[in-house]
């Protein structure tokens, strides 16, 4: 049975730093591309970040490219995302998602990922 757990969310200020972290078990995050999403109230969900597990590289929101770093501990099997200079826009649930056979192209669709966490709260006072 997948199960991916989240953690690490909470209440920070604007310009603040915090680390999500996704426990994964059930899978090898080695064999998976794996990505993170959030959704804010009234918002559908919005891609954050992937790394895909065939090619090696990153790919980024164009609203959290140069501030959000996605990053798999294979020995840990766990994926982080490490969340610098957040900003009011940044509050939301924030899902780790996995996926088995997602091409590079795809990296950054709902639909392509076959599991999903619960998702951590993150909330950004300004």
């Known amino acids: 049975q997948v199960q991916l757990v989240e953690s690490g969310g909470g209440l920070v200020q604007a310009g603040d730093s915090l680390r999500l972290s996704c426990a994964a078990s059930?899978?090898?995050?080695?064999?998976?591309?794996m990505a993170w999403f959030r959704q804010a109230p009234g918002k559908e969900r919005e891609f954050v970040a992937a790394?895909?597990?065939?090619?090696?590289?990153?790919v980024y929101g164009n609203s959290v490219k140069g501030r959000f770093t996605i990053s798999r501990d294979i020995a840990k099997n766990t994926v982080t995302l490490q969340m610098n200079n957040v900003n009011y826009d940044d509050t939301a649930v924030y899902y780790c998602?996995?996926?088995?056979?997602?091409?590079?192209?795809?990296?950054?669709?709902?639909?392509?990922?076959?599991?999903w966490g619960q998702g951590t709260q993150v909330t950004v006072s300004s």
């Open positions: 059930g899978l090898s995050v080695r064999r998976y591309a």
């Open positions: 998602a996995a996926s088995a056979g997602v091409i590079q192209s795809q990296l950054r669709s709902r639909s392509a990922y076959n599991y």
């Open positions: 790394d895909s597990q065939r090619t090696g590289s990153t």
